[in-house]
């Protein structure tokens, strides 16, 4: 069964740096997405992109972030230069579309990024 | 603004016992529902998709319902077993399509 992948599973990094973090969402899939998830809370809705256009952000979701779908099969989420609050576990979620907003969304395994 | 809340937080029961999962939402504007499991440290699952035009959905030994006009959806799961064992998210869909989440019920079911 088709599945979300991320890398790498965990990334630690040092504040300031910057970090790519990579998806490759399911083959067929149209609509892409990032969420977080901050140890202990909720997860977070960051950012929606489809047609090569971000379609949605959230308040999080400030300059330092950026998206990008490099080629036909990755999506990136960066962080230009990482704070120590950035430290979550990053999601990234694809879906088809057969119209409209109702299909399930499918989320990939994580990554856990670590800011020192 | 759109809140989801999940009641209880925490649950735990003894192997064999059906039990009821609940989650609120208070904008009853959703275009769906979805409900998620969650193992420690990993990813989310999907169990459940509800649309708004549903009232339940029903997925082996899951049951989802959904009450738009209430608020409410309830995740109904038979015959527990100590695999089941997770914490269940549920996440309500906007018209913006992002999904909006739960805090979550951490279950644990014992032998």
């Known amino acids: 069964e088709p599945e979300v992948t991320q890398t790498p599973s965990h990334q630690v990094t040092q504040m300031g740096q910057e970090v790519i973090l990579r998806c490759v969402p399911i083959?067929?899939?149209?609509?892409f997405y990032w969420y977080r998830q901050i140890l202990g809370q909720k997860v977070e809705f960051l950012v929606s992109?489809?047609?090569?256009?971000?379609?949605?952000k959230s308040e999080i979701f400030d300059d330092q972030f950026s998206v990008e779908r490099p080629d036909g099969s990755n999506f990136t989420l960066k962080i230009r230069s990482t704070k120590l609050e950035d430290s979550a576990m990053y999601f990234c979620?694809?879906?088809?579309?057969?119209?409209?907003?109702?299909?399930?969304?499918?989320f990939g395994p994580g990554t856990r990024l670590t800011v020192l | 603004k759109q809140e989801v809340t999940q009641i209880p937080a925490a649950l735990s029961v003894p192997e064999g016992e059906n039990l009821v999962l609940n989650c609120s939402f208070t904008?009853?504007?959703?275009?769906?529902l979805q409900w998620f499991r969650q193992d420690p440290g990993k990813g989310l699952t999907s169990l459940l998709l509800?649309?708004?035009?549903?009232r339940e959905q029903t997925s082996g030994r899951l049951n989802a319902s959904l009450d738009k006009s209430s608020g409410r959806s309830t995740l109904y799961i038979a015959a527990s077993q100590p695999g089941d064992s997770a914490t269940y998210l549920c996440?309500?869909?906007?018209?913006?399509?992002?999904?909006?989440f739960g805090t979550g019920t951490r279950l644990q079911v014992f032998p």
């Open positions: 083959s067929n899939h149209l609509y």
């Open positions: 904008d009853s504007a959703i275009y769906n």
């Open positions: 509800i649309q708004s035009s549903q």
């Open positions: 996440a309500v869909g906007d018209n913006t399509d992002k999904l909006i």
């Open positions: 979620a694809s879906r088809y579309s057969s119209g409209g907003l109702t299909d399930t969304q499918y």
């Open positions: 992109f489809y047609n090569n256009e971000i379609s949605e």
